[in-house]
């Protein structure tokens, strides 16, 4: 009874093709959560698929129904093996987007798992069916080892997160006992490179909000008003102006953090941004003095995203009567969102464009979270992945993109910790999406090595 071997169990699952066999079954479900028509897929894909699986394992589980949109339930599966054990909580989401199948290359089915070469094709191979099938195979292996898990385990799997997870939070708020547990590990998003393990605390999350300016009804003719009538369009590019210099500095006081925490910029001086496959960096765009590790995971941004006056499809020789502009702040966790709205009022007034009106879009967004590199949990993971890969992992104490990540943190209070097994060029929410069989087989390893020592030497007091 060795880790040693549990991994081995790992590798030969993957060797002998039963975990391909096992996620091309789970492929086979055409689970489009953004199309309404299929409800029962979703549904199916809990009833015939996972409560199945877990259950082979031990598990109890029931299909939580969604009280935000009916037709994504979830499902939430437990297996108590003892009172005094640690106890684990692990997500992921059954849904895919569109299957997108007339863009697919020649002789890809999105609903089947196609081998070529080192790339698994299929909706949802790598978002976020490979992933979770890793970790569940993973729990798996360390089971038919152990003869059991040695901590409890629950699961939660839902079918909307590709239309925004709503019933998310109200789940968790009014599951919180059911989900008690001492920490979330779930797999979701790439590696901050293929061939670099990696773990992630948390994200950034998103405030948008509208510039807008309407002078007057209508436009007016260019030659007879031109010179007479102030340009909202100008006016407004002028207050953009004002938010952010000629080299993506934020200049709104209260929208950028007062600084990068030392255990951060710590952590972050470890990483290496390169934008490989992607367009070229512009170094000397955004804040000055940031590396670039730490201008995309320790630092916000505000960004123009959309930008209108007049009829940019037909321009006419008019002075538009108005202008729009849409914003985006990207954020960390030691900002407050709340605040946002006021400052950037605030900003505005003080630069005499009291004219331009503020409005947050409201939808419900996630907020951003982050784990302390310093946090015993996130020490114990890098150790355990480094035992079983033999390299360093490199850890972000979040991504840069967003996650409902807020949720398990502030809603249920966990440690939060996520192992991606995936990759920037899988083509997640394109056509061709692709896990990397590396990839999966080393995920499978990771996950079973984490699951192995959380019985052994978990960080809890
Ligand atoms: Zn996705």
Same mark, same amino acid.
């Given at each position: 009874?060795?880790?040693?071997?549990?991994?081995?169990?790992?590798?030969?699952?993957?060797?002998?093709?039963?975990?391909?066999?096992?996620?091309?079954?789970?492929?086979?479900?055409?689970?489009?959560?953004?199309?309404?028509?299929?409800? @029962?897929?979703?549904?199916?894909? &809990?009833?015939?698929?996972?409560?199945?699986?877990?259950?082979?394992?031990?598990?109890?589980?029931?299909?939580?129904?969604?009280?935000?949109?009916?037709?994504?339930?979830?499902?939430?599966?437990?297996?108590?093996?003892?009172?005094?054990?640690?106890?684990?909580?692990?997500?992921?989401?059954?849904?895919?987007?569109?299957?997108?199948?007339?863009?697919?290359?020649?002789?890809?089915?999105?609903?089947?798992?196609?081998?070529?070469?080192? +790339?698994?094709?299929?909706?949802?191979?790598?978002?976020?069916?490979?992933?979770?099938?890793?970790?569940?195979?993973?729990?798996?292996?360390?089971?038919?080892?152990?003869?059991?898990?040695?901590?409890?385990?629950?699961? &939660?799997?839902?079918?909307?997160?590709?239309?925004?997870?709503?019933?998310?939070?109200?789940?968790?708020?009014?599951?919180? *006992?059911?989900?008690?547990?001492?920490?979330?590990?779930?797999?979701?998003?790439?590696?901050?490179?293929? +061939?670099?393990?990696?773990?992630?605390?948390?994200?950034?999350?998103?405030?948008?909000?509208? #510039?807008?300016?309407?002078?007057?009804?209508?436009?007016?003719?260019?030659?007879? =008003?031109?010179?007479?009538?102030?340009?909202?369009?100008?006016?407004?590019?002028?207050?953009?102006?004002?938010?952010?210099?000629? +080299?993506?500095?934020?200049?709104? @006081?209260?929208?950028?953090?007062?600084?990068?925490?030392?255990?951060?910029?710590?952590? #972050?001086?470890?990483? /290496?941004?390169?934008?490989?496959?992607?367009? /070229?960096? @512009? !170094?000397? =765009?955004?804040?000055?003095?940031?590396?670039?590790?730490?201008?995309?995971?320790? =630092?916000?941004?505000? /960004?123009?995203?959309?930008? /209108?006056?007049?009829?940019?499809?037909?321009?006419?020789?008019?002075? !538009?009567?108005?202008?729009?502009?849409?914003?985006?702040?990207?954020?960390?966790?030691?900002?407050?969102?709340? *605040?946002?709205?006021?400052?950037?009022?605030?900003?505005?007034?003080?630069?005499?464009?009291?004219?331009?009106?503020?409005?947050?879009?409201?939808?419900?967004?996630?907020?951003?979270?982050?784990?302390?590199?310093?946090?015993?949990?996130?020490?114990?993971?890098?150790?355990?992945?480094?035992?079983?890969?033999?390299? *360093?992992?490199?850890?972000?104490?979040?991504?840069?993109?967003?996650?409902?990540?807020?949720?398990?943190?502030?809603?249920?209070?966990?440690?939060?910790?996520?192992?991606?097994?995936?990759?920037?060029?899988?083509?997640?929410?394109?056509?061709?999406?692709?896990?990397?069989?590396? #990839?999966?087989?080393?995920? #499978?390893?990771?996950?079973?090595?984490?699951?192995?020592?959380?019985?052994?030497?978990?960080?809890? *007091?």
């Amino acid at each position: 009874m060795t880790r040693e071997n549990a991994i081995l169990n790992a590798e030969k699952m993957f060797d002998d093709g039963s975990f391909f066999n096992l996620l091309n079954r789970r492929v086979t479900h055409t689970t489009e959560s953004q199309n309404e028509e299929r409800s @029962d897929e979703l549904r199916d894909y &809990l009833t015939r698929e996972i409560g199945p699986y877990l259950e082979g394992m031990g598990f109890t589980y029931e299909v939580v129904e969604n009280p935000v949109v009916s037709r994504l339930p979830f499902l939430i599966g437990q297996r108590i093996e003892a009172d005094d054990a640690p106890t684990l909580l692990t997500y992921g989401h059954g849904d895919t987007v569109l299957a997108m199948t007339e863009r697919w290359q020649d002789g890809l089915n999105p609903w089947r798992l196609t081998m070529k070469g080192e +790339r698994w094709y299929g909706r949802g191979a790598a978002d976020n069916k490979g992933q979770h099938s890793i970790n569940l195979a993973a729990l798996n292996c360390v089971l038919h080892e152990r003869g059991r898990l040695g901590f409890n385990a629950k699961v &939660l799997i839902e079918m909307g997160e590709e239309m925004g997870s709503p019933g998310l939070r109200e789940i968790c708020n009014r599951g919180k *006992k059911m989900l008690l547990a001492d920490v979330l590990i779930a797999s979701d998003g790439p590696r901050i490179d293929p +061939r670099k393990p990696t773990i992630f605390g948390g994200s950034r999350a998103v405030f948008n909000f509208d #510039l807008s300016l309407t002078l007057r009804e209508g436009g007016h003719h260019s030659g007879n =008003w031109g010179g007479l009538l102030a340009n909202p369009g100008v006016i407004l590019a002028h207050a953009i102006a004002s938010m952010i210099d000629t +080299r993506g500095r934020v200049l709104v @006081d209260g929208l950028t953090p007062e600084r990068i925490p030392d255990s951060v910029r710590k952590a #972050l001086a470890e990483l /290496e941004v390169t934008g490989r496959k992607g367009p /070229e960096i @512009d !170094p000397q =765009w955004g804040e000055p003095g940031l590396s670039l590790a730490e201008k995309v995971y320790g =630092w916000n941004t505000l /960004e123009v995203l959309a930008f /209108e006056c007049g009829n940019p499809v037909a321009p006419a020789h008019a002075i !538009p009567p108005s202008a729009w502009a849409r914003c985006h702040i990207r954020y960390v966790a030691d900002s407050d969102p709340e *605040k946002f709205h006021a400052a950037v009022q605030r900003h505005l007034t003080a630069h005499g464009f009291d004219m331009v009106k503020v409005t947050p879009v409201k939808r419900s967004l996630f907020k951003a979270t982050r784990m302390d590199p310093e946090d015993p949990w996130i020490k114990w993971v890098v150790s355990s992945v480094e035992c079983s890969t033999h390299q *360093k992992p490199a850890f972000l104490p979040n991504i840069g993109g967003s996650l409902p990540n807020d949720i398990f943190q502030t809603v249920l209070g966990l440690p939060t910790i996520w192992i991606p097994h995936s990759y920037g060029g899988c083509s997640q929410h394109a056509p061709n999406e692709h896990l990397l069989s590396a #990839l999966a087989k080393d995920g #499978l390893r990771i996950m079973t090595g984490i699951f192995w020592d959380l019985a052994e030497n978990p960080p809890i *007091k």
